[in-house]
């Protein structure tokens, strides 16, 4: 508890509840420079009876969505530190001797709502650094920001409880950057038009 008062990064938020202290719920921002910017993405966290000999079992509220390739639509949030997804050396894996609740926000927010989330893809990795990566990434890009402006729209209509006026606050900040953000996709998207024929 007191690594999460004291520990939390800019842009997550977390809340408990005093009548079920192995619940926590989660609101992380999207953080600048990736294609979920300003975004909202909700969490909820349920501690187990052992914890933290096993790592906290953690449900993404999608809204139906899946807009990043390690959040599902049904909930489930794929990284190696929860045990959801195969990591390649034990330094991905949970420890209980050093593994924490807010090492597992802080890998959501900096490695899954990543900049380039294509390559988070199984097996697409192996195309970091090349042209065919690239271009692939860049359009990726696209699709997941179109999803993520649908998302705002959806997370504005249904507020996770108790965020609400904290999503309202954050969305009525932004709005100038989302508006941006919309137009320069718009401007890109004229610009790899094709001429109409004459």
């Known amino acids: 508890w007191r690594l999460l008062q004291h520990g939390l990064p800019k842009g997550i938020y977390v809340v408990g509840y005093s009548e079920r202290i192995d619940l926590l719920r989660a609101l992380i921002i999207g953080p600048p420079g990736t294609p979920y910017q300003d975004a909202v993405f909700v969490f909820d966290l349920q501690l187990p009876p052992d914890f933290p000999q096993q790592p906290p079992a953690v449900h993404y509220i999608s809204h139906g969505e899946r807009i990043n390739p390690n959040l599902y639509e049904n909930g489930k949030v794929c990284l190696s530190l929860l045990g959801t997804w195969t990591g390649r050396q034990s330094c991905?894996?949970?420890?209980?001797?050093?593994?924490?609740?807010?090492q597992v926000l802080v890998s959501i927010q900096a490695l899954v709502l990543c900049e380039q989330p294509y390559y988070n893809e199984a097996g697409y990795d192996k195309q970091l650094g090349t042209s065919e990566g690239a271009h692939h990434a860049r359009r990726y890009n696209e699709g997941a920001l179109l999803l993520t402006?649908?998302?705002?729209?959806?997370?504005?209509?249904?507020?996770?409880n108790p965020f609400e006026l904290l999503i309202q606050t954050h969305f009525r900040a932004a709005r100038r950057r989302i508006v941006s953000r919309c137009r320069q996709l718009l401007e890109l998207k004229a610009l790899a038009a094709p001429a109409p024929a004459q």
């Open 92 to 102: 991905e894996l949970w420890n209980p001797d050093n593994s924490t609740v807010l």
């Open 149 to 160: 402006l649908k998302s705002m729209i959806t997370t504005l209509a249904h507020a996770s």
